[in-house]
């Protein structure tokens, strides 16, 4: 009877620590395993069962990208200034191998690099650069870690600066300079401003000049062409009046000619043109001689008529 339940506590001890050994790695993870304390192989996700004693997880290694968020650093530029900058790193382990032995303590490694890389940077470049080149810094920076911790299993694959301090002194002496700057842009927007406001006027009144010009110059042509059409319209009533009174003198002396006037009535006729003449400024007359009697007969009526 006692053999029987030691084999059982056997097989339950042997049951109990096959399943103790039976490891799932979850997803994004990876398991570096020993046998015998060196190096075996190492397990990525899925199952896998190892052997009691012999076998142990030496290091459960993380695959997301990681954050790493450093301290402020003090650094001096080329124009000795001292600035604080703390950076960011965002790194990812690609081999669990060489993480595991690389380097011991690796982000402590991974922060002293990045000191020490980020002085040697900031000490090449002056205050003003240092303050508008972040991406060209971050660039640097991120291509000599990423070579410096290949051997270690892990890949940078961004760094960031997340402040840059310079001295109080300095840095109110910036925000006046700044002040300055604007205020400066703000007068010359200004300037610009009232110089485009002053074109634009110059160009309406030029405008308006060349308008009211070609309005006077259409209304001088339109008074032009009205006179000429008055004076046409004035001819043509001249003339026809003319052609009507020529018109009818040519038919009272067709009427007269078909009627064979007499010897008095033509005579009479000339005595009308005779006074027409008369009537006139001229001191000197000509009377025709078929008109010298008739005018001495009037002449000799006329004195008898007065005694």
Request: aromatic share 4%; glycine share 4%; hydrophobic share 45%.
């Amino acid at each position: 009877m006692v053999p029987v339940i030691i084999v059982v506590g056997i097989l339950l001890v042997v049951i109990i620590t096959v399943i103790a050994n039976i490891k799932i790695v979850p997803q994004s993870k990876a398991y570096v395993m020993e046998r015998l304390g060196a190096y075996h192989q190492t397990w990525d996700t899925g199952l896998h069962v190892a052997i009691p004693i012999i076998d142990r997880i030496s290091k459960q290694v993380s695959l997301k990208e990681q954050v790493a968020d450093f301290p402020p650093q003090p650094v001096i530029t080329k124009d000795n200034v001292t600035m604080q900058i703390d950076t960011v790193v965002f790194y990812q382990i690609t081999d669990p191998k060489l993480f595991t032995y690389g380097v011991e303590n690796p982000i402590v490694a991974i922060e002293n690099l990045t000191a020490t890389t980020l002085r040697n940077i900031i000490g090449d470049m002056e205050l003003d650069h240092t303050l508008t080149s972040r991406d060209t810094i971050n660039a640097r920076i991120r291509s000599i870690l990423d070579e410096a911790t290949d051997p270690w299993g892990i890949k940078i694959n961004r760094v960031e600066l997340k402040n840059i301090k310079p001295p109080a002194e300095i840095q109110d002496a910036m925000e006046k300079q700044m002040k300055a700057e604007r205020q400066r842009r703000e007068a010359i927007l200004r300037a610009e401003g009232e110089k485009a406001s002053n074109i634009l006027v110059a160009q309406g009144k030029k405008e308006s000049q060349i308008l009211a010009a070609e309005a006077d110059k259409q209304a001088a042509i339109l008074r032009a062409e009205a006179e000429r059409e008055a004076r046409i319209c004035e001819a043509e009533g001249e003339a026809e009046a003319l052609l009507k009174i020529n018109t009818a003198q040519a038919e009272a002396i067709r009427l007269i000619n078909e009627a064979n006037p007499g010897e008095a009535y033509l005579l009479i006729r000339k005595l009308m043109a005779f006074e027409k003449a008369a009537d006139g400024q001229s001191s000197k007359l000509i009377i025709p001689s078929d008109l010298q009697g008739l005018v001495g007969a009037v002449a000799t009526v006329a004195e008898s008529v007065k005694k």
